[in-house]
């Protein structure tokens, strides 16, 4: 029987933030049994690599404020493969269900009667926070972390930043932005309504990559703070009081640095 006579199947995996050991070894199966891989623009070549030889690698670029491919066009080329009885895997940036419209794709998918599974990656937030030897939960510091998206979607309405900051101070929640960086300087303001101004921030870009960058600021110096590093996308706003071993670190680094 010709392959293209069978219904092939979905896969939608997590490549994590970029670092290829912090792959899943379900992931790694995944992407060895393919025989189509549809790359989003932020998954490093080193995870590409990891596909089986002779796969059909299609670059299906989504970057925030750049140039992406279309939505439907991604959706439409995940079907045909399927129908045509490839194995695809859609390899995502970071985790499918955490900002990376996994949910989007496994219905329309399941609408196509085309069948889909998903694979976990390591969402940037998190690899992003642990990278500096950041908890996004402590028992003295934070009773729960928010993700939230920085970027609103084309037409809709942004988070209520007023809202998130009185729920983080309420209830010590570390809040994890994604996407955040072009906005930051209103989100510094809406959270400002809520959050004192000396409530540590870590800025975080290109998390787990070996060109990874970050600064330790207040939240009153955010936006100046992203400013005068020069971060851009992919970034990760951290914000609350886990940062302040991090703080604590960094200034004790200065210091001696100075006494040098």
């Known amino acids: 029987m010709n392959r293209h006579d069978t219904t092939g199947k979905v896969t939608l995996v997590g490549a994590g933030p970029g670092d290829p050991e912090l792959l899943t070894l379900k992931a790694v199966k995944a992407l060895q049994a393919a025989t189509v891989v549809l790359v989003d623009d932020l998954v490093s070549p080193d995870i590409v690599a990891l596909a089986r030889e002779g796969a059909r690698i299609v670059h299906v670029g989504k ?88 970027h609103a979607q084309k037409g809709g309405e942004p988070p209520d930043w007023r809202a998130l900051a009185q729920a983080a101070h309420d209830l010590r929640l570390t809040l994890v932005i994604y996407m955040g960086v072009s906005g930051a300087a209103q989100i510094q303001q ?18 787990t990559l070996p060109d990874q960058r970050h600064a330790v600021t207040t939240l009153s110096g955010l936006a100046d703070t992203i400013e005068s590093e020069q971060l851009a996308s992919p970034s990760v706003i951290v914000v609350g009081d886990v940062v302040r071993g991090v703080a604590a670190v960094s200034s004790q680094a200065s210091g001696r640095a100075r006494a040098a």
């Open 190 to 207: 809406q959270l400002l309504t809520g959050l004192a101004a000396d409530t540590p921030v870590a800025v975080i870009q290109r998390a």
């Open 63 to 150: 970057r925030g404020g750049c140039k992406s491919t279309p939505q439907a066009f991604i959706e439409r080329l995940m079907v045909m493969a399927a129908r045509e009885g490839e194995n695809v895997v859609r390899l995502k940036g970071g985790d499918p269900f955490i900002f990376g419209r996994g949910g989007e794709e496994v219905e329309h998918l399941r609408e196509a009667g085309v069948q889909v599974e998903v694979v976990n990656g390591i969402t940037s937030g998190l690899a992003a926070a642990t990278s500096l030897g950041v908890p996004l939960t402590h028992r003295e510091h934070a009773q729960g972390v928010v993700f939230v998206t920085g």
